[in-house]
């Protein structure tokens, strides 16, 4: 059987729970439709856990028979985005006793990680670059570097991140370079400031971009 956590709202506006009348809420639960506080819902009696540590977020959710999701919507993103989890706050302590337990375990891990991880984008930006100077031999050097970097960056979703991408598939490899002289060659950074529509500024700037591609294809 699949288990349902509770959901808990931070509410960008305070609210006050509509059967005890507490309030401003900091954290309530809406339960069809109606606001209440944590100890209406009976969920008072967890302790919040702030996100950010995995290995102690895990070890306190299953350890904790009861546990909520704790979440606040973002109005530029339009989506309700996690903030914690409330728990049993016994099983935040015995999460907390593990976690320093074997602290230097997880961070010898995570340094091996970290240098696994920085070999990794090494390579996918070499190769990057490496087919850039085969596409566009007369590119120079610095912007070779440059556009490789960008479109490679790890968590970026970027062309160099794309499966297209890692595929050195030509139009994706091109379309990171086309990119590049997009902001960096012609005005269409300084058209989008003058409130030019994007696609208008595109087409504007289309032909400069295509004269520098040629000038590099050689």
Same mark, same amino acid.
């Given at each position: 059987m699949e288990l349902v956590a509770p959901v808990v709202v931070e509410p960008l506006r305070r609210r006050r729970c509509a059967e005890c009348g507490a309030g401003p809420l900091e954290r309530m639960v809406l339960e069809f439709n109606t606001r209440l506080c944590l100890d209406c819902a009976d969920l008072g009696h967890l302790v919040f856990l702030p996100?950010?540590?995995?290995?102690?977020?895990?070890?306190?959710?299953e350890g904790s028979a009861l546990w909520a999701l704790v979440v606040r919507h973002n109005r530029r993103r339009t989506r309700y985005e996690r903030q914690g989890l409330l728990v049993e706050e016994?099983? !935040?302590?015995? *999460?907390?006793?593990a976690c320093l337990a074997d602290a230097e375990v997880r961070a010898r891990r995570r340094a091996r990680d970290a240098v696994r991880r920085a070999a990794q984008d090494v390579r996918v930006r070499e190769t990057l670059a490496a087919e850039i100077r085969r596409l566009f031999p007369r590119c120079p050097e610095d912007r070779v570097a440059e556009i490789a970097t960008h479109a490679s960056q790890r968590g970026s979703g970027r062309v160099g991140r794309t499966a297209a991408g890692r595929a050195l598939d030509r139009g994706a490899v091109t379309a990171a370079v086309r990119a590049s002289v997009r902001h960096?060659?012609?005005?269409?950074?300084? !058209? !989008?400031?003058?409130?030019?529509?994007?696609?208008? *500024?595109?087409?504007r700037v289309a032909p400069?971009?295509?004269?520098? !591609?040629?000038?590099?294809?050689g």
């Open positions: 996100r950010g540590d995995t290995a102690l977020t895990r070890r306190a959710r016994a099983a !935040l302590a015995a *999460a907390e006793a960096v060659d012609t005005e269409y950074d300084v !058209l !989008l400031m003058r409130g030019v529509p994007r696609n208008q *500024a595109r087409t400069v971009i295509d004269t520098v !591609l040629r000038a590099w294809r």
